[in-house]
């Protein structure tokens, strides 16, 4: 079976400019996260879609970050524009519903984005 | 929100010897506890992990314990082996939120 996909793996962007990562979940995963990562830390959640809908964004800096997630499969999420501190990993997991709420979290590799 | 320590930063351990790595949590509510381990470049991947029902778990050289009542949570990993070397990560899980620690870097030294 085939874990969670992401692209780019590396992104150099001069800042002010847009920059988009692309996210495909495990086949059936109906819920779907994005996390930023920065150098030594633990990942930070920036939203959780259940399906096609945003149910926790209060972590997205919505200014410049958008995020979707059309017919509740791919996902993109966009920067723009980009800041330096924006420089971080950029990791998408996939997790199944389970009964007692416990879903384990399967990662992508993550995109690494530098912002110059 | 919730909160998440997690002691040491770094950890240098012989082979073969054992290690271990501390959590502690805020939100007594949290109820579900994975451990995950990311290797560089790569995402992290879980190892183990634990419910709030149970005191501890154990997977060949690899065991998590709880304390509920005093909110921590660790990791024990024996008889360690260079591949086990990669940065270990743990989480607590609030009402479906993930909150991570701030990741331990273990290196076993041959």
């Known amino acids: 079976e085939a874990g969670v996909v992401q692209s780019p793996r590396y992104k150099i962007i001069e800042k002010k400019q847009p920059v988009a990562f692309w996210c495909n979940p495990i086949?059936?995963?109906?819920?779907l996260y994005w996390y930023r990562q920065n150098l030594g830390q633990g990942p930070e959640l920036l939203i959780r879609?259940?399906?096609?809908?945003?149910?926790?964004d209060s972590q997205l800096p919505k200014d410049r970050f958008s995020a979707e997630r059309l017919k509740g499969v791919d996902s993109t999420l966009k920067i723009q524009p980009a800041e330096l501190g924006d420089s971080a990993v950029y990791l998408c997991?996939?997790?199944?519903?389970?009964?007692?709420?416990?879903?384990?979290?399967?990662f992508g590799p993550g995109t690494r984005l530098t912002v110059l | 929100g919730e909160n998440v320590e997690q002691h040491p930063s770094t950890l240098s351990v012989q082979e073969g010897d054992s290690a271990v790595i501390k959590c502690t949590y805020s939100?007594?509510?949290?109820?579900?506890f994975p451990w995950y381990k990311q290797e560089l470049g790569k995402g992290p991947q879980l190892i183990i992990d634990i419910r709030s029902n149970v005191g501890e778990k154990k997977d060949q050289r690899i065991a998590v314990t709880l304390n509920k009542t005093a909110k921590h949570f660790s990791l024990h990993i024996t008889e360690t082996q260079p591949e086990d070397s990669a940065v270990y990560f743990c989480?607590?899980?609030?009402?479906?939120?993930?909150?991570f620690g701030t990741g331990t870097s273990l290196t076993v030294i041959p």
């Open positions: 879609y259940e399906n096609e809908e945003a149910v926790d």
């Open positions: 989480a607590a899980i609030t009402r479906n939120q993930f909150y």
């Open positions: 997991a996939s997790s199944q519903v389970s009964v007692g709420g416990y879903n384990e979290q399967f």
């Open positions: 086949s059936g995963h109906n819920t």
């Open positions: 939100d007594s509510a949290s109820n579900y």
